[in-house]
């Protein structure tokens, strides 16, 4: 035997992808096409654009206090995974992209393609530029400048507090096209330099170079990127635009495509 | 279109602070003024302090076998975040404060205005003090012993095994107005001395002096806490009751600047 | 007052052990005696086998796509906590037991007796024997193998990715009897070898011989397991198979103790 919910759910879901379950915000602005899963809730001044899709389990525009919530968008094309939790007072470009259980808090201004991985926790008052990719558990404090392509892998944190706790937060500034490995922290204020490679586990304790390599715990100067090959290919595997290409659109590729052979 | 069960749940909320969509049980104690959030559930022989709020999605007071569950309390004017998970046979005092997602196992006593961050994971059969703040995803391992006023930053780990797995845990303590910075790990046994500071990205492998300074993997002796001037005082920025006070009751702060001025 | 609903529960609960909250998809083919808590989603071509639970707030079956979801199978006597997401096309032996929130996307296959903790991460592609144990917030990357009863603890990732970001995943291969302590990043294509033991906060930059003991980061070598004492008994602390045996069956550690007899 199943519970009758279900057909009636079957029912709602394809006459108006709205779930039934749902709790949805009459003052919220919802997109033509928006999919929205079982038990999710979006609060007041929240809008999501066109053809965007939100899973099941989210809270989508929570209040920090009792007063007017600042608006939150959601740009359209978005893909919010189930178990998310979105604060209001942020904005986001088109073609967001979540894995689950993130959580989002205020005044972050995100540009177009941002992927957020699954348990990202990002702390807010922060900016992201167009195409930042997140894997899983990536830790963004409060004052971080995260410029367009750049690439964080799980269990990053970037820090913001020079003495633990204090009231004077140095947000880190992470150039276009730099990459930070696994289990890396990178300590508050610093600067990781464009196109620069972080390797895995490392405590990044100085700013870092533009298209350099460090590593270690303390961060120690690696060499240049282009001292790194790739196994299969023997070519340079950076920087990673010249032959990494899933994901962006024709035009960038054919940009990159075209550096590369300079 | 919104579901019809939008206008039923403002009229249950504003009347009764309980969302009907939530599972309360008949047995569970809930005090004056306690807000309980849409499909929330509250198992039984909980126990809730007044004026307290429950978020969405949250499981309060799940048991681990079929019998008769301990009972689990939860202070006055509490604040738990959606999508949180407590067991049941454990003590909080007032103001406990969660971010979301937050795991607590069971056989934990803990003091008043305890701070739990996002993702943090409580393995269960440890104590804390008054004024605990735990910042987004540390992992208390059992027989932990945390003082009041310590200070832990995402991804700290406090761990129990010498040698994993086996049956001889020892746990970590942690002394009072201690901070360990972001992702690093103590191991089995040892003690963080009061007022310690553990830097950023440190394996600690033996016990910390109180008042000193250790970092590293494996930490090491850095100094005196004394030593840490803050950037933009010029002052040491350690003790930090000394200067930093958001978030504490104007009679401690009263008793920190006049032993500061000593 | 409560609301209405809870009466409603608990007489489903009893009769059925399907709460009339969740949605089970009329496709799904559910064991007899199995319970699935409130909230839950249950997708198309699930197959869960006799007497497992499945706690509230879970999406277990989710699809990648559009198209016709492969099947996801999930051994009897499973249990699997709450707000954990299953994606669709994997397969797990019996009694398989999660944490809360655990993360587990499409094509992996796994052994009997699979133990996945609170806020695990799996990327899916890959294999798991029988007995493998993973305590909290493991990530475990693309194309990784684990042998028969692995241990690993919280915030281990077993990465895969030479030459971040790129098209060439190498997965790490964990032999049976090994074990990872906390906070240890293994890098792409390296083998953990039998019995191993990798210490705390490490990362594994080479191969790891079998019944041998690496850490530091990068993880140097340390000796061979049996020079590591336990404190209590004074007997060697490996292999753990000889002195731990809690959650095995009473055949396996029959022969663990002849074995340690030799």
Redesign the interface.
């Known amino acids: 035997?199943?519970?009758?919910?279900?057909a009636k759910?079957d029912y709602?879901w394809n006459v108006?992808k709205?779930?039934?379950?749902?709790?949805?915000?009459?003052s919220a602005a919802i997109g033509k096409n928006v999919e929205i899963g079982?038990?999710t809730?979006v609060h007041d001044n929240v809008e999501i654009g066109d053809n965007s899709k939100i899973?099941?389990?989210c809270?989508i525009g929570?209040q920090t206090t009792n007063a007017q919530s600042p608006k939150l968008f959601i740009g359209a094309e978005s893909n919010i995974r189930?178990?998310s939790?979105f604060y209001a007072g942020s904005s986001f470009g088109h073609n967001l992209v979540t894995?689950?259980?993130v959580?989002v808090r205020e005044n972050i201004e995100a540009g177009s393609d941002f992927q957020i991985g699954?348990?990202c926790?990002l702390?807010g008052s922060s900016k992201f530029g167009n195409y930042v990719?997140l894997h899983?558990?990536v830790?963004i404090g409060q004052k971080s400048t995260i410029e367009d392509f750049v690439?964080m892998?799980?269990?990053v944190?970037l820090?913001n507090d020079?003495?633990?706790?204090?009231?004077?937060l140095l947000g880190v500034t992470v150039s276009r096209f730099a990459?930070i490995?696994?289990?890396t922290?990178v300590?508050p204020g610093l600067n990781i330099g464009e196109g620069a490679l972080v390797g895995?586990?490392s405590?990044v304790t100085k700013n870092v170079n533009a298209n350099t390599v460090v590593a270690?715990?303390p961060a120690k100067y690696g060499g240049t990127k282009d001292i790194?090959l790739?196994?299969?290919s023997g070519q340079a595997?950076?920087p990673?635009r010249f032959?990494?290409h899933?994901g962006y659109p024709t035009s960038l590729i054919d940009e990159w495509v075209i550096e590369s052979q300079q």
Chains 1, 2, 3 share one sequence.
């Open positions: 035997m199943r519970p009758q919910s279900l759910v709602y108006m709205i779930d039934p379950t749902s709790y949805v915000s009459k079982p038990y809730i899973g099941a389990f809270e929570l189930s178990h939790v894995g689950h259980r959580t699954t348990l926790d702390q990719k899983s558990s830790h690439w892998f799980p269990y944190v820090t020079p003495h633990p706790p204090s009231n004077h990459v490995a696994t289990m922290t300590l895995a586990h405590l270690g715990s790194l790739d196994d299969k595997a950076y990673w032959h990494f899933r």
